[in-house]
């Protein structure tokens, strides 16, 4: 293969995966849109799990050290914030870095903030991954403020790479979380490749990364999907929970 056609099928296999409509790097995700169209795969199984979604109820030993208090400053009828209360959650909040696939800083600060009823559920998968396979969750994105999402749309205006923010995505919403696993010695758990990268690695249909990968993968989609949480077929790390959707929203996190 000659230099000049390898590089064109990086090229094609990149836009490929950015074209997806369910793709949600930078927020190229949205409620309305494909985003169904592309998990026919899942769809029935997940559907039906959505209907089965555990209802959560806290283990008093988890939820003690969830005694953490978040600042109060923001509105809890409308959001939940997830902190660091333990070394079983991470937050690597990317946008919030210059660690993106934008190489700009895109957020003030690193905040995640959900949807209530998201937050209730997310802690439950957590409290449920502890129990029973001693992992934690590392989150890398959650709530994604209009503003930001205009930010982004700023620096890429081009919806192959970033959600157009007059279309909006469940990011947008408060209803999506871009998450990983960890054990319990704060490693984060093999799953085939990095967050946000863009290739076929990422998709879940991806048959060219490790066994373990592979394994990795299944069980959070698995266990996600009992507490409402649904993938896209383009990235293995974005869930999003597709119960009582909520409106897009403009509202940014204080950095004090
Ligand atoms: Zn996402």
């Not at 199984?45 to 988890?62: P, Y």
């Not at 190489?103 to 903030?113: G, H, N, P, S, V």
């Not at 299944?218 to 996600?224: A, D, N, S, T, V």
């Not at 597709?242 to 897009?248: G, H, P, W």
């Amino acid at each position: 293969m000659s230099k000049y056609s390898f590089y064109l099928l990086i090229v094609i296999s990149f836009l490929a995966c950015k074209q997806t409509p369910s793709g949600d790097s930078g927020g190229n995700e949205n409620q309305n849109g494909n985003e169904n169209e592309n998990e026919n795969v899942q769809a029935a199984v997940a559907e039906q799990r959505l209907e089965e979604t555990k209802e959560v109820t806290f283990d008093k030993s988890i939820s003690d050290n969830l005694s953490k208090k978040p600042k109060d400053d923001f509105n809890r009828e409308e959001w939940g914030e997830i902190i660091e209360t333990d070394s079983m959650t991470i937050l690597d909040i990317r946008y919030a870095t210059e660690n993106n696939f934008t190489e700009k800083q895109i957020y003030d600060c690193a905040r995640c903030f959900l949807r209530p009823e998201v937050k209730k559920q997310l802690l439950g998968f957590r409290e449920h991954m502890i129990k029973k396979y001693e992992l934690g969750i590392i989150l890398y994105d959650c709530y994604r403020p209009r503003p930001y999402q205009q930010k982004l749309w700023k620096i890429v205006p081009d919806e192959r790479f970033v959600g157009n923010p007059a279309k909006g995505s469940m990011h947008n919403r408060g209803m999506a979380v871009d998450i990983g696993l960890i054990d319990k010695n704060g490693n984060i758990l093999d799953m085939g490749s990095e967050f946000d990268h863009f290739g076929q690695e990422s998709f879940h249909s991806a048959t060219n990364i490790s066994e373990e990968a592979l394994k990795n993968r299944k069980l959070l989609k698995k266990e996600m999907a009992y507490y409402g949480f649904l993938p896209i077929t383009s990235e293995w790390w974005h869930y999003s929970y597709r119960k009582n959707i909520q409106e897009l929203s403009d509202w940014v996190w204080d950095c004090d």
